[in-house]
């Protein structure tokens, strides 16, 4: 069963992710602050996949995917930013920053379902 980390400071949209991926047999441990998020990432603890959202108060989404690039830990987890920013530029900036994967909010079920699959596969 694959393990995976979710980052989000909007606790309905946390809960919402968690419900869903833990309904579809993922064991998710949840971070509701970017720092939170890092500490989690780099820490001893192994996950299959990180999701964050970019839009968080404190430290932003793409400053959480660049300190986990940045630490050994977190150079090969494959990460998904999971935002509400819609714009070619801000996809762009999440991919430089380091994400794996970018799904837009609202979340479309059966689509996040779907990357989470190719990103747990490769």
Not at 54 to 79: C, F, K, N, Q, Y
Request: proline fraction near 3%; aromatic fraction near 4%.
């Amino acid at each position: 069963m694959a393990k995976i980390l979710l980052i989000d400071d909007d606790a309905p949209t946390l809960m919402l992710v968690q419900t869903l991926l833990q309904g579809h047999n993922y064991t998710v441990v949840c971070a509701s602050s970017g720092n939170a998020g890092v500490e989690m990432a780099v820490s001893d603890e192994m996950f299959d996949l990180i999701i964050t959202d970019l839009s968080m108060t404190g430290v932003s989404g793409w400053d959480v995917v660049r300190a986990i690039r940045a630490h050994p830990a977190g150079t090969e987890i494959p990460i998904l930013a999971l935002s509400a920013y819609t714009s070619a530029q801000d996809r762009d900036e999440a991919f430089e920053a380091g994400c794996s994967a970018y799904e837009n909010k609202p979340i479309n079920q059966g689509r996040l379902l779907e990357k989470i699959a190719t990103l747990l596969k490769s």
